[in-house]
């Protein structure tokens, strides 16, 4: 191995250490630990680029599922905000593609399988290099949700459906508009051009039309379906054309626009509604894919039902055959699955094994870190060195939000499951349940007062509730909202309560007598976050309008705007000193801004959709939690990360530093994927290099230049 080619940060350092020889010092075991490994494992040198990263997966929704032409490799997009690129062989993610501000509900690659194209809630379509996973271009024009899109069978131009009721034609190479396809009166949610590229087949409402794609002029329809047509497809020949709606699939002459078969399998059109279909490579069958977590294969000729595909538990949501016709993926849920055409057993899951965080916290004395999660768990993690401590297992729905007691002993919880949990810090026991609210919403719902002794809690039904904490009993409500109260605090001497509620208001009680004191007026959306600055004197709300406001408590007043964010804000706090703001943002980012002057002074960049942010005790670290199922602890001074948090469903867990060193439970590294060039491999060849818990425990203390191995 070259010294000028030695591992640093989890990468490859290309410069020359030997005119910097302490920098050769703090390089030189590096270069000798990784060259050592490589060599015990015959493998080549590391003289490319070496990336470490977790397997996250989907930890939402996913709508598209498609192969790649070469049927290498699968490409999903997710309500997460997310597209990812996923190895058949292995079943490892290979790489997420971020820029989404909204649910991806349709991907495609490109025919030569060098470029994706994915469609999205943002109105946006967007073209990705899927060696690098940049951004290549976006294609802007529709005014509302993308539904579908495709390339042209030459991959020189783009094909997108809206809701906004349009097709779109575009120039892949330039990103330009070229024709618009206009007829229909509601939203477009597929397309597909004819294997020749003359034609274009889109569905909206109960009609099927074809369009020539050269004039954008209509040449015919396909009527017969009386529920929305939600998929269609040209066969392989482009001489037939599939439909599903409902729970019918039509087979239809192109040419004609003659039905030539119905498939039936289904009566119940609710519970057995079709989302999608395809055509196999040789057009011989088609596969259909239904919400009650089904799939079908049919015989195009006889119309029969061949083999029934049986695993997934959710919706399936988009089913497609490998290019070869002898495997067939799956989307449902969080996972994708492969299976044997043949014989209909189930090769392979793709999927993270992780969950949305919901809510984060700091415990009093910063030594650890809580997080609540949609698996309906509870972790508690030690900062000083990034270990998981604890479980709290009880709640039998999603943990919408979690904190410290005041004193640390305790830990409470809110949850989908419509209780409060109360448990032992130390030992992770229950102590008790709060019962009382039907449905427990978001993740800033419940609060301790400053000593400790009630809890206060927001309710899906309007209402505020303050709890004894001794007994589990409710001490008062309070009532004056007109929806949902999504984020509640306790005033720093504990007399005043704060809410914040869907019906875009904060409003500010008394704790002793449950009497409304004031309402702060001025959001456009509704309120997620609230909290009081640490005199007690402000008041900071974060909403869904994207925007964070500074109020005077005592008169209700607005004193500052903080604009920056390009989507919901989910979470705000103040700096323990009170000089600065945090927020946290479904557009994944966490911005600090001044607290006097509304300035923004640095952007935190890494996730999907933030779901909660906490200051450390000291303020000089941020923790946040995100959709992305990670817990991310970041450096104020600096806007770095310095590591990430990620428990897996099986009760592994993995903390890792951005320069690809970790800690982890004793099996957790199995979920770590190595890139070194354009291939992916496991941790096992590159363990002795990264796996070193010392140096995760200095960059948790701070020291970002601590000794590397």
């Known amino acids: 191995m070259h010294f000028a080619q030695t591992v640093k940060y989890g990468k490859i350092y290309k410069g020359n250490p030997m005119k910097k020889p302490a920098l050769f010092a ?66 490892r993610e290979l790489r997420t593609f971020f820029g989404h501000t909204n649910t991806v509900w349709s991907v495609a690659f490109s025919p030569d399988g060098r470029q994706i194209l994915s469609g999205s809630f943002d109105n946006t379509v967007k073209l990705w290099d899927i ?133 039936s399998g289904y009566t119940d059109s609710i519970t057995s509604s079709i989302t999608s279909v395809a055509f196999s490579p040789d057009g011989s069958q088609v596969l259909s894919v239904f919400w009650d977590g089904t799939i079908k294969l049919w015989d195009v000729n006889t119309g029969s039902e061949l083999r029934t595909f049986s695993g997934h538990i959710w919706v399936v949501s988009s089913g497609a055959f490998s290019p070869d016709g002898s495997q067939v993926i799956s989307g449902s849920g969080s996972e994708i699955k492969l299976w044997d055409v043949n014989t209909g057993s189930e090769l392979r899951t793709f999927s993270g094994h992780t969950d949305i965080v919901s809510s984060v916290a700091f415990s009093p004395d910063g030594r650890q870190v809580l997080s609540g999660s949609d698996d309906n ?94 007994t589990g009993r409710e001490i008062r409500t309070f009532s004056g909202h007109s929806s949902p109260v999504i984020s509640v605090a306790f005033s720093p001497d504990g007399r005043q309560v704060l809410s914040g509620s869907a019906d875009e208001t904060i409003k500010l009680w008394d704790a002793n007598t449950g009497l409304e004191l004031r309402t702060f007026s001025g959001h456009k959306n509704m309120v997620r976050s609230v909290t009081f600055s640490p005199d007690g004197k402000q008041v900071l709300s974060g909403s869904d309008d994207n925007i964070i406001k500074l109020w005077d408590a005592n008169t209700g007043m607005e004193i500052r705007t903080f604009s920056g964010h390009t989507n919901e804000v989910w979470s705000v706090t103040f700096s323990p000193d009170g000089k600065q703001v945090l927020s946290g943002s479904r557009d994944g980012t966490i911005k600090l801004w001044d607290a006097n002057t509304g300035m923004e002074l640095r952007t935190f960049s890494g996730h999907i959709w933030v779901t909660s942010v906490a200051f450390s005790p000291d303020g000089r670290q941020v923790l946040s939690g995100s959709r992305d199922g990670t817990v991310r602890l970041w450096d104020v001074a600096s806007g770095k990360e310095i590591a990430k948090f990620i428990s897996y469903l099986d009760g592994e867990w993995i903390v890792i530093t951005p320069e690809g060193y970790y800690n982890s439970s004793p099996n957790g590294d199995k979920y770590l994927n190595v890139r070194v060039g354009d291939n992916v491999y496991g941790i096992d060849q590159y363990r002795d290099t990264f796996y070193k818990p010392e140096i995760v425990k200095a960059r948790l203390a701070g020291n970002v230049d601590s000794p590397r191995p």
Not at 62 to 80: M, T
Not at 393 to 420: K, N, W
Not at 434 to 458: K, N, R, T, Y
């Open 26 to 91: 703090l390089l030189f075991s590096a270069a000798v630990s990784a060259f050592a490994t490589n060599c015990v494992h015959n493998s080549k040198p590391l003289t490319q680029d070496v990336e470490v990263y977790p397997q996250l997966g989907h930890t939402y929704g996913i709508y598209s599922v498609i192969f790649s032409p070469d049927g290498k490799q699968v490409l999903s997009a997710s309500n997460d905000q997310t597209v990812k690129l996923w190895d058949v062989n292995t079943g």
């Open 131 to 263: 060696n690098t996973g940049m951004e290549i271009r976006t294609f802007s024009g529709h005014k509302d949700m993308v539904r579908s899109v495709t390339f042209s069978p030459d991959g020189k131009q783009v094909l997108s459906g809206s809701s906004d009721g349009t097709i779109k034609l575009w120039d892949a190479n330039t990103g330009n508009e070229l024709r618009t396809f206009s007829g229909y009166t509601y939203e477009v949610l597929s397309v597909a051009f004819s294997p020749d590229g003359r034609q274009v087949i889109s569905a909206s409402g109960s009609a099927i039309k074809l369009w020539d794609a050269n004039t954008g002029s209509e040449i015919g329809t396909f009527s017969g379906h009386t529920w929305n047509v939600i998929s269609v497809a040209f066969s392989p020949d482009g001489r037939q054309v599939i439909s599903a709606s409902g729970n019918a699939i039509k087979l239809w002459d192109a040419d004609t626009g003659r039905e030539l078969r119905t498939f």
């Open 377 to 470: 768990i509870i972790k508690l993690w030690d900062l000083n060195s990034g270990s998981e401590l604890r479980t709290f297992s009880g709640h039998t729905d999603i943990v919408l939000s979690v904190i410290f007691s005041p004193d640390g002993m305790q830990v409470l919880s809110s949850s989908a499951d419509e209780t409060i949990k109360l448990w032992d810090a130390n030992t992770g026991k229950e102590l008790r349940t709060f019962f009382g609210h039907s449905i427990i919403v978001f993740s800033d719902s419940v609060a301790f007062s400053p000593d400790g002794m009630q809890v206060l809690s927001g309710s899906f039904y309007k209402t505020v509730k303050l709890w004894d904490v001794s």
